[in-house]
């Protein structure tokens, strides 16, 4: 599009050939600009002011042009080729590469959840394909201009697989820029999680070594009380995070650990114990809303996923080192050792708190015009110029208006809730990710986690060892499941894995009756917590991500946080007693949970439907029907930014010049001044 080619006929625009449907190319302008700059380059000095006035005017016009478009525009006199005019008339300058990072932000939640991944690549492939359709209908018009002849086939093909794997390369680079600022929000929120996964594992060793001859109860009681704190956490950190800031309520989390850390370690009883669990516990249900949400926030869409998964690698490893450490210091002498390393681990988060950012959207949630959001971003994403801090900002803003829920209350997170309990469209997928939760937690997983010792004792010569083996093989199959998630389908795992630890829970009670030998129960446990990780773990929390609409993802998963608490609680409390008088038999509700999950998920659990390519495109091509696309030209637009660099160029020239200029017309000055000295100086003497 040339500069006479300025559009803005909320119609359709500039006289072009237009196409509904969602494509409706014109012909794309290659290079205008780029010509001038050359000419710039090559001319002299005498030249360059008058040419470099061609081209601020060329760049001016955009930017009163920009003035004028909707704030989904770039507007920062970038000159973006390609446009789109909506239904209603609205103007929106975009690249076809911020056209596609729109797509992401706005269609993946601010969350980063394990498993996502699957989800961001579909996203890019989908929006690569629909834009390289565009691509091939522009270069076909072009075509049919110049020579009055459509495209053949083949040319067209080549078209569309050039455009789609420079766009889709395009659109998954983020992946490749990690910040300072980004790896030390993985780090402080990692370690978070590894704290959550430490905690939820250290109790499991030192039983008979924490202060000997404490009751069964109080036992029960310390251990229960860290899913006590863990629900209320879970509540409260939705409202903490929106009044204090994500970074503001992070740190209370930090401080939280700290104090439950320091309580643990230097208890002088079982209440001291008790007191303290509760309040790591709290600082864990914080963590387990608050991390996936910072994390989603500080970083792109297409590292959500990775992010995710991370946090999740270190609340596992969290637990397989509290395994680990209970060989050397799970004494009489040396339990503190164990607890010390909570306070420890906080302390360093400390350390490294002024590094941390504020999340940036919420900084831009209450003041879109902030600076501070501007320069966080420029750093978060390693930004140089204004133009792309402007289009990130605009990202931001534009989904998190997307995905607002609108309620008739005062904004508030239990308003949000309501609208989605309210919401007949998505009533299904709120039982669905109930009963996931309950059965997460009810199929006795947290028993072994919490009580693995003690269910070893008499099993196996050193119940440490198998404890530890079961952490590591939770690490592995972890891992496992994440391939898994990339080629099977969220329901076909649910099925999987409950089907495998309900047969896992049938081994394990005939071990114990004396059917089978003592390390078959050591088998059908391992097995027990690998069927967990390869579904039961982390699908009720990545089907939430994937199933409901972006606007509803952060209440549906405090409201599943708060049922996973809760049930982890009533584990944790109540196996203890199962163990003492059901005996062999004590896996055996356990089995019942997962039997009734497994007709659940048969019967009524939705597969994800709507998360392959070829159903995102589709989806896509639906919502974009009303918009018209114009000049969408995805290799040329990869050149646009160069705009903004000549400019710069052009003025740091400009003022060396007239530097130079300045100091010759000084020097002129000067020798005048000198001549005009000496030429006094002889009418004296004469």
């Given amino acids: 599009m040339t500069d006479e080619q300025e559009p803005l006929n909320p119609n359709g625009g500039s006289g072009q050939p237009s196409y509904s449907s969602g494509v409706t190319p014109s012909l794309a302008d290659t290079g205008v600009y780029h010509r001038e700059d050359e000419k710039l380059l090559q001319g002299r000095s005498r030249s360059l002011y008058a040419m470099s006035e061609n081209v601020d005017t060329f760049f001016n016009s955009r930017e009163d042009t920009n003035m004028r478009m909707s704030a989904g525009g770039s507007g920062n006199g970038n000159a973006p080729r390609s446009y789109s005019v909506s239904a209603n008339g609205q103007v929106s300058y975009q690249t076809p590469l911020q056209m596609g990072r729109s797509e992401l932000y706005e269609n993946l939640p601010f ?5 996502m991944q699957k989800k961001e690549r579909n996203l890019s492939k989908a929006f690569a394909s629909f834009a390289a359709e565009l691509d091939v209908l522009e270069a076909d018009q072009l075509n049919l201009k110049a020579t009055h002849k459509h495209l053949s086939s ?12 420079l766009l889709l390369e395009e659109l998954e680079a983020d992946r490749n820029v990690v910040t300072v600022p980004l790896i030390f ?5 990692s370690t978070s999680q590894f704290l959550v996964g430490y905690n939820t594992g250290v109790m499991n060793a030192p039983e008979s070594v924490v202060f000997p001859g404490h009751s069964t109860a109080s036992w029960s009681a310390a251990v229960a009380a860290f899913a006590v704190g863990g629900p209320f956490g879970a509540n409260f950190a939705g409202t903490l995070a929106d009044s204090r800031g994500r970074r503001g309520a992070l740190m209370i989390v930090i401080w939280t650990f700290l104090l439950g850390g320091l309580i643990q370690t230097f208890a002088m009883n079982m209440l001291a114990i008790i007191i303290a669990r509760c309040t790591l516990g709290l600082a864990s249900g914080l963590s387990s809303v608050l991390v996936p949400i910072y994390l989603g926030e500080m970083a792109p869409p297409t590292l959500r996923g990775t992010l995710g998964t991370i946090s999740q690698f270190a609340l596992v490893i969290g637990i397989l080192v509290a395994d680990l450490l209970a060989f050397p210091f799970a004494t009489e002498s040396g339990w503190r050792l164990l607890f010390v390393v909570t306070p420890i681990l906080s302390g360093l988060q400390l350390l490294c708190s002024p590094f941390l950012l504020e999340s940036p959207r919420w900084i831009l949630g209450r003041d879109p015009k902030s600076r501070k959001a501007r320069f966080i971003i420029k750093r978060l994403r390693g930004l140089r110029y204004e133009q792309e801090i402007e289009t990130e900002v605009t990202h931001f803003v534009a989904a998190s208006q997307v995905q607002h829920v609108d309620t008739d209350d005062s904004v508030d997170s239990s308003n949000a809730a309501v609208a989605m ?6 009533q299904r997928l709120v039982v669905c990710a109930i009963i996931l939760q309950l059965a997460q937690q009810l199929c006795g997983i947290n028993a072994v986690f919490y009580y693995s010792t003690m269910f070893f004792d008499g099993v196996i ?9 079961v952490g590591a093989v939770n690490v592995v199959a972890t891992w496992v499941a994440l391939l898994l998630m990339d080629s099977c389908g969220r329901k076909t795992l649910i099925l999987w894995s409950s089907g495998g630890m309900f047969f ?3 081994a394990i009670v005939l071990s114990l009756l004396g059917y089978f030998n003592n390390m078959v129960a050591l088998g059908a446990v391992n097995a027990y917590v690998s069927f967990f990780e390869i579904g039961l773990g982390p699908i009720p929390w990545l089907i939430v991500a994937e199933m409901f609409d972006a606007k509803y993802v952060a209440s549906a998963m405090s409201v599943s946080g708060q049922v996973n608490w809760s049930c982890n609680f009533i584990i944790g409390l109540v196996f203890p007693y199962m163990n003492k008088y059901l005996g062999p038999y004590s896996f055996a509700p356990f089995a019942l949970v997962l039997l009734g999950t497994f007709v659940f998920a ?6 994800t439907r709507g998360t392959t390519p070829e159903e ?4 896509l091509v639906q919502r974009k029907s009303t918009v018209v696309f114009h000049n969408i030209d995805i290799e040329g637009n990869y050149n646009a930014d160069l705009g903004g660099e000549w400019r710069m160029a052009l003025e740091q020239l400009r003022e060396e010049e007239e530097e130079a200029e300045n100091g010759i017309g000084a020097a002129r000055e000067e020798e005048e001044e000198a001549e005009n000295g000496i030429g006094a100086a002889k009418g004296r003497g004469g």
Avoid at 154 to 165: H, M, T, V
Avoid at 421 to 426: A, L
């Fill in 154 to 165: 083949k040319e067209k093909e080549d078209y569309r697989k050039s455009a789609n794997l």
């Fill in 111 to 115: 969350v980063a959840v394990p498993g």
């Fill in 421 to 426: 309990f309210r919401d007949k469209s998505v």
């Fill in 185 to 189: 929000a993985v780090i402080a929120a």
């Fill in 602 to 607: 048969s019967i009524w659990l939705p597969e």
């Fill in 616 to 619: 995102l495109q589709t989806d």
């Fill in 461 to 469: 010569d050193n119940p440490l060892v198998g404890t530890t083996i």
């Fill in 504 to 506: 896992s829970c049938v």
